[in-house]
């Protein structure tokens, strides 16, 4: 939502310099009534269920919405909705980036942690899972990377729903390279079976929607 209107309440809010908000000026709930956003002390749960998918709809043809979610994670406002997220979706954000950026594996193998913004796991975890099929385990793709194995291990896995950027660009990079090799590992034949029982796509079955998190694999039989 746009904020202007609450600069006096939000006493914690970064300066006001023009630049900071003018991403709001083309906000779809520029001039809307800030209760629709907020609600009410002791809202019944329902009601605020159906107020808050009002304003996620809303939110969801906003022009500025990712500037407006952005602003919302990377500043202590901890009410309303922004950028289409509640104030417990923002928190549950939060918690994860701070577990992300406290885990040493997030940056390299000497322990050293790596900040910066977060993108959906969904791309590194396939491309992980990929590699695996061709008998590539996470410990061979941490050394070649110079990464932390047990993070390779937990993307992999699923149990992480952001990852570092620059780490996923790693694994971006590196895979095709992967790919045109032969693993060395003499484990290399339990990784790919123990990938394939477990139900893993290749490559092919993403193609170009490999990175975006509500893509579902294509058909595929070994075949193009």
Partial sequence: MSVRRWFEDELRLPGVEADLWRWQDGAACSGMAMELFYGYLREPVQEREQREAVVKELCRSCPVVEQCRTWAEQTPSEWGIW??????????????????EQEAGVGDAAGRVAHGPLVSVAGSERRLRAAALEGWGVEEIAEV????????????????????????????????????????AARAQQVAQAARKSGWHPLEAWGADIDDPDAEPWCFDGAA
Avoid: H, K, N
């Avoid at 291990?153 to 790919?179: F, K």
């Fill in 83 to 100: 950028g289409g997220t509640t104030d417990a979706e923002r928190a549950a954000t939060r918690q994860e980036r701070r577990a992300v």
């Fill in 145 to 184: 990377l110079g990464l932390s194995s047990s993070t390779l291990a937990s993307v992999r896995s699923g149990r992480r729903r952001y990852i570092v950027v620059d780490t996923a660009e790693q694994i971006t990079q590196i895979l095709p390279v992967l790919l045109e090799m032969t693993p060395a």
